[in-house]
């Protein structure tokens, strides 16, 4: 068994020593550990923090895998798949990465407060504003 965890200092040496105790009461051998999602400006200082910790458990780190944020951001096309939504604008950017997501109702002034490079908004549309918007288009 490899061991793959969140990146970080305390938290996923104490997450790996818990499954470690789970693991071996079940008689399944653990070859080590691998964190993922590290921050790339850290990765350096968590790679050596986490060895010595893992060391002092019998665990050996396999390696440290950087954070990409491009791995964590769906495509607008995905999310529109999955929530099973009607785009209603220019559906040449389906394609395009979602940095962040907002949910809700609310107002334009609001909503504005939301909008930025990569952010999607997703919107309640009634039946009678989604016609309307088809019928304008």
Known sequence: MIIVTQGG??????????????FEKEGVEIIGVILNK???TKVDY???????????????????????AVLSSP??????EELKAEV???????????????????GAHNAATFFKQ???LITPV????SSSRRAQA
């Open 75 to 80: 495509t607008i096309d995905l999310i529109r």
């Open 118 to 120: 990569g952010m999607l």
């Open 126 to 129: 009634t039946a009678k504003t």
């Open 9 to 22: 200092i305390g938290k996923p040496i104490d997450e790996v020593a818990l499954n470690q105790a789970l």
């Open 46 to 68: 968590i790679s050596d923090f986490a060895r010595r910790g893992l060391k002092r458990k019998g665990l050996e780190l396999l390696g440290v895998i950087p954070h990409a």
């Open 88 to 106: 209603l604008n220019d559906k040449g950017n389906l394609h395009n990465l979602a940095e962040g997501v907002a949910v809700g109702a609310m």
């Open 38 to 40: 590290v921050m790339g």
